[in-house]
């Protein structure tokens, strides 16, 4: 194997063991620590569902929430009042496909596949879609400046984005 | 709806008593799969429906293919100019004429067998036209129009062929539709790109009611109020700043035919002075003060909301009782300050999207209305009589919903109760 491709899967390692990470962390409704993961000044978003490719500033995101707004987000969804989410839904992600790739020593671009399923008084909701990453590396781990999610579905059939894709 | 299949049902689908202030709706009425295939019948396909904003089909060849009511439509701006609405049907044996979103176009070609259509709707040619019979006559084959009207850019579709023009049928909608887009007067305006379409388990009605109802945004939506707004926007607001009788404008009003509007005191000022001179000038003070100082949520009878805020325009229609099915977009400027636009983004996004911090909660709560409903015995009511024996009926009382049902029984035909 070359020195490339072993750092390659290297880094995939390292990215793979930080996105199970988190996917627990979602699933497990452990959101205070799911925060911690980011970075002071990061940006969480959902892309619109027909067109992806356009900007925040002339298109419609399903979400674009700033660092103060995602902190609120889950306080709210912490604290009791997201009644959407008060008793919590049952949570499964799959996160597969994972690519990553070292913008510079300190940054790392990284993508995967996923799938999420809720399950909420017997209505069962899916998403599928992407989901894309700026991480920065902090001491053994990442730490999320970017968090991009693109879902693969003209529209949230039966489904809200209530809690955290 | 015939009087025969009327009268199967039980007889008092609404008490409607303004003596003693009773306003009680038949739960039924939410999750009876009869009245929802009367309501297409008399209600979808009678009115007028939002389709689209004129800017979506700009230049003579651009179209647009988009579900209104129960069908698939293809609206075109002929190489005319003109508007036109079709159904996107083939007149060959049923293909679908365009299976594009959206788009330019000089033709239109059914993938089927090739008949091809021109963006005036005729049938431009056949394809191996040597077999048809000399007398096989293309005028006969038009694609079949769809009445279509617009009022200042926004486009209205109506299945039938009867019905009173859409001045007409928006009577006292009119003059709200012109104070929220006096304030855009020679601006381009244009919807953006992602609309937010969603569907949930609730009937159509209770969606349309809750996009009115005041009266529930203390309850289900405390973490807006509570956390949301002072955290993130800086803002603290009570019940009384923004539903309370704080002066005279503020309230609901019946505009006639189902519609009706609730005027509530902005809370965000972000107007220019240059602007309030020319308004004032344009439109005098009273009613530049109005402008100003005043938000409006407009609800078209049957299934339209248009919120100025944003501005949004919401539509929705029942694929079911059970299911409705939503989209809301946003229409702006197309040239505008962006920091302005940012902020306006960030207003809609918020509350609005499916991923705000409104929406989702509301979905929860009208599920469960949803469901409860269909567990209720036959014979039960819902209550919509707040403010009922009031002067004024503040944007917390349920008057939109009394205008938007009686509305929805007369069109309907169905017999009422006196109490
Ligand atoms: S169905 Fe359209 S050409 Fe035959
Ligand atoms: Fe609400």
């Known amino acids: 194997m070359s020195q490339d491709a072993a750092l390659t899967i290297h880094l995939r390692a390292e990215i793979e063991e930080f996105l199970y990470m988190e996917a627990e962390l979602l699933d497990e409704w452990r959101l205070d620590e799911w925060l911690e993961l980011f970075e002071e000044g990061a940006i969480s978003q959902v892309l619109p569902l027909r067109d992806p490719t356009l900007g925040t500033d002339d298109s419609l995101y399903l979400i674009d929430d700033d660092y103060v707004r995602l902190k609120s987000r889950v306080q709210q969804l912490l604290n009791g009042t997201t009644y959407s989410e008060n008793p919590f839904s049952k949570l499964r992600r799959l996160v597969s496909n994972v690519r990553a790739v070292a913008e510079s020593p300190m940054v790392v671009r990284a993508r995967c596949n996923f799938m999420v399923h809720r399950s909420r008084r017997g209505k069962i909701t899916q998403y599928v879609g992407q989901c894309r990453y700026r991480l920065l590396r902090k001491g053994d781990s990442f730490r999320i400046t970017e968090r991009v999610v693109q879902l693969d579905q003209d529209n949230l059939s039966q489904g809200h984005l209530g809690f955290i894709l | ?419």
């Open chain 2, 1 to 419: 709806m015939d009087m025969t299949t009327a009268h199967a049902f039980a007889n008092q689908w609404i008490i409607d008593d303004s003596e003693d202030g009773v306003f009680s709706v038949r739960a039924k009425a939410y999750c009876d799969p009869d009245i929802y295939v009367a309501e297409q019948k008399d209600i979808f396909d009678r009115c007028w429906l939002y389709a689209a904003h004129e800017s979506e089909i700009a230049k003579p060849g651009d179209f647009l293919t988009r579900r209104v009511g129960a069908r698939e439509l293809l609206m075109v701006r002929g190489k005319d100019g003109e508007l036109r609405a079709f159904l996107n049907i083939c007149r060959h044996k049923g293909g679908t004429v365009c299976r594009e979103r959206s788009g330019n176009a000089s033709t239109f070609r059914c993938l089927y067998h090739s008949w091809t259509y021109t963006t005036q709707g005729k049938l431009a040619g056949v394809a191996l036209k040597e077999s048809y019979a000399s007398g096989f006559d293309k005028d006969r084959f038009s694609l079949y129009p769809v009445r279509l009207e617009s009022y200042r850019g926004l486009i209205f579709i109506c299945y039938d062929e009867t019905a009173d023009g859409l001045k007409q049928f928006l009577s006292g909608a009119v003059e709200v539709l012109d104070m929220i887009l006096d304030q855009y007067e020679g601006i381009d305006m244009t919807i953006l790109p992602g609309a937010y379409e969603y569907t949930m388990s609730a009937n159509w009605k209770m969606l349309m009611e809750n996009s009115m109802d005041a009266y529930h945004a203390i309850s289900v939506h405390t973490r807006f109020f509570n956390d949301y707004m002072p955290n993130v926007m800086g803002v603290k607001m009570s019940r009384n700043d923004l539903f309370g009788r704080t002066s005279e404008h503020v309230g609901v009003r019946d505009l006639g035919n189902g519609h009706s509007v609730g005027e509530i005191r902005r809370f965000a000022k972000n107007m220019d002075a240059t602007k309030r001179s020319m308004w004032e000038e344009k439109y005098g003070k009273e009613r530049t003060d109005r402008l100003i100082n005043y938000n409006r949520n407009l609800l078209l009878f049957p299934n339209t909301i248009i919120a100025e805020q944003f501005p949004m325009i919401r539509t929705c229609f029942p694929l079911s009782a059970d299911v409705t099915e939503s989209t809301s977009w946003t229409l702006v400027p197309e040239q505008e300050d962006p920091a302005i636009r940012a902020g306006r983004l960030q207003g809609f996004t918020s509350f609005q999207g499916p991923g705000g911090f409104g929406t989702p909660d509301d979905i929860e709560v009208l599920e469960q209305c949803q469901r409860n409903c269909r567990e209720l015995p036959a014979d039960a009511y819902l209550d919509s009589s707040r403010g009922m024996k009031q002067e004024v009926c503040l944007p917390d009382d349920e008057l939109q919903n009394r205008v938007m049902l009686r509305e929805w029984r007369r069109q309907l035909d169905l017999p009422m109760g006196q109490g």
